[in-house]
C-alpha cells in the first residue's frame, strides 16, 4: 500500500521569506511523487514531479523539491514566498511498480503568505 | 480548447435523491478518475476507469456509481445510499501518475 503524510495542517509565512510545505511518503517500490496547488473552489494544478534522476526538481512559479530517499521525504519549497501563493497544497504518490495509474494523496497544507 | 469539463460547477440535492455528475474530456485519454475531497482530508479516490466499458472501485465507493460507455465520459451518480455527500468532487485524467484536474463540482445536500 501506498501512503502520503503532510503533517502540518497550515504554514504561515510573511512575504519574502522561505517556505518550506512538507511531505513523507510509504510505498513498497520506488516513488512517483508529485506536488499540486488548489486555489478556492478549482481543481488542482500541477506543480512539479519527481520520476527519477536529481533530487532536487523545479516546477512551475519558482517551487521546487528535494527528493530523500533515506528520509522518505518530498518537500516542497520556495525561496522568497509571495502572498499569491496562499492556496491548499497537496503531495501526491504512485509506487510504480503498483498496476493502473492509482494516486494517492496528502491530506493537503494550507499556505498562508502574509504582506 | 482541450481539457476536462465538470458540470455543473454547483449543484445542490435534495435528501434522498440521486443526481449525476457530469465529466466530459476532449484528450483522448483512456483513464479517467473520480475523488471526492473534504476539508482536512485530502482527496479520495472514488472509481476509476482505465478504459471504455471498465472500471474499478476506489477506496470510498460506497454509494456512488459510474459507468464508461464512450471514451469522452465518465458520470459519477451519487445515489441515496451516500450517507454523506456533501463535498467537493473532482474528475480527473491520470497518465503514468501526472494527474490532470477538472475545475470540479461543489455538491450541496439541503
Known amino acids: 500500500a501506498q501512503s502520503v503524510a503532510q503533517p502540518e495542517d497550515q504554514v504561515n509565512v510573511a512575504e519574502g521569506n522561505p517556505l518550506t510545505v512538507k511531505c513523507t511518503y510509504s510505498?513498497?517500490?520506488?516513488?512517483?511523487l508529485f506536488w499540486y496547488v488548489q486555489y478556492p473552489n478549482r481543481g488542482l494544478q500541477f506543480l512539479l514531479k519527481?520520476?527519477?534522476?536529481?533530487?532536487l526538481v523545479k516546477g512551475s512559479y519558482g517551487f521546487e523539491a528535494e527528493f530523500n530517499k533515506s528520509q522518505t521525504s518530498f518537500h516542497l519549497k520556495k525561496p522568497s514566498a509571495l502572498v499569491s501563493d496562499s492556496a491548499l497544497y497537496f503531495c501526491?504518490?504512485?509506487?510504480?511498480?503498483?498496476?493502473?495509474?492509482?494516486?494517492?494523496f496528502g491530506g493537503g497544507t494550507r499556505v498562508l503568505v502574509k504582506p | 480548447d482541450g481539457g476536462i469539463t465538470q458540470s455543473p460547477k454547483y449543484l445542490f440535492r435534495k435528501e434522498g435523491q440521486n443526481v449525476t455528475l457530469s465529466c466530459e474530456q476532449n484528450?483522448?485519454?483512456?483513464?479517467m478518475y473520480w475523488y471526492r475531497q473534504d476539508p482536512g482530508q485530502g482527496l479520495r479516490l472514488i472509481y476509476y476507469?482505465?478504459?471504455?466499458?471498465?472500471?474499478q472501485k476506489g477506496d470510498i465507493a460506497e454509494g456512488y456509481s459510474v459507468s464508461r460507455e464512450k471514451k469522452e465520459s465518465f458520470p459519477l451518480t451519487v445515489t441515496s445510499a451516500q450517507k454523506n455527500p456533501t463535498a467537493f468532487y473532482l474528475c480527473?485524467?491520470?497518465?503514468?501518475?501526472?494527474?490532470?484536474f477538472g475545475q470540479g463540482t461543489r455538491l450541496t445536500v439541503v
Open positions: 501526491a504518490v504512485r509506487d510504480i511498480k503498483a498496476a493502473g495509474n492509482k494516486l494517492t
Open positions: 510505498v513498497s517500490g520506488n516513488p512517483y
Open positions: 519527481y520520476i527519477t534522476g536529481d533530487n
Open positions: 484528450l483522448n485519454h483512456d483513464a
Open positions: 476507469s482505465q478504459i471504455v466499458n471498465d472500471f
Open positions: 480527473a485524467i491520470v497518465d503514468r501518475g501526472f494527474a490532470f
